[in-house]
């Protein structure tokens, strides 16, 4: 599964959380298995556009550029909101059509992860162990919502 490693190393420089057409940068992820189903993870703060839009949605993608490549993209989305910008068309980018039944992809990735929800949270930070990281992470007040999706399928583009 190499799309499994390169999605894990290309997190550490940001990979897109693809939701109706918003690209937004994200660097935190997992995979599992959980409920005999594998799985990706993702995190989104609520203050973000892209929260807003899966709060409607049943899947989401993820799109996984190559190894340092689309760095300008990767900046420009985890730095704008598509609530005040098209993202795609301001990059003058394509949507990657999907092929399990989830959210388009960003067009250009290496893979496309697309992701049916099966479980959402909001995570409690004051259960947060870890002062250092609850300072660093939480201290404006800005909770992450959890997202588990179960994965359909993964397209290598080409």
């Not at 550029?65 to 394509?94: H, Q, W, Y």
């Not at 059509?97 to 388009?104: L, S, T």
């Not at 201290?139 to 993964?154: K, N, R, Y």
């Amino acid at each position: 599964m190499d799309w499994m490693k390169e999605t894990n190393e290309q997190l550490k420089r940001g990979v897109f959380l693809m939701v109706k057409g918003n690209p937004m940068t994200i660097g935190w992820g997992q995979f599992g298995i959980i409920w005999g189903k594998q799985t990706f993870s993702v995190y989104v703060r609520k203050s973000r556009y892209t929260h807003e839009l899966l709060e409607n949605a049943s899947t989401f993608t993820v799109s996984v550029p190559k190894s340092g490549a689309m760095k300008k993209e990767l900046a420009f989305c985890g730095t704008k909101s598509g609530r005040d910008v098209n993202k795609i068309a301001e990059l003058n980018a394509s949507l990657f059509p999907a092929r399990f039944g989830a959210q388009d992809g960003f067009s250009g990735c290496r893979y496309h992860i697309e992701c049916k929800i099966l479980f959402r949270t909001d995570l409690d930070e004051h259960l947060l162990e870890d002062g250092a990281l609850l300072s660093r992470y939480y201290a404006d007040g800005d909770p992450h919502t959890m997202l588990i999706g179960e994965i359909l399928g993964v397209t290598e583009e080409e």
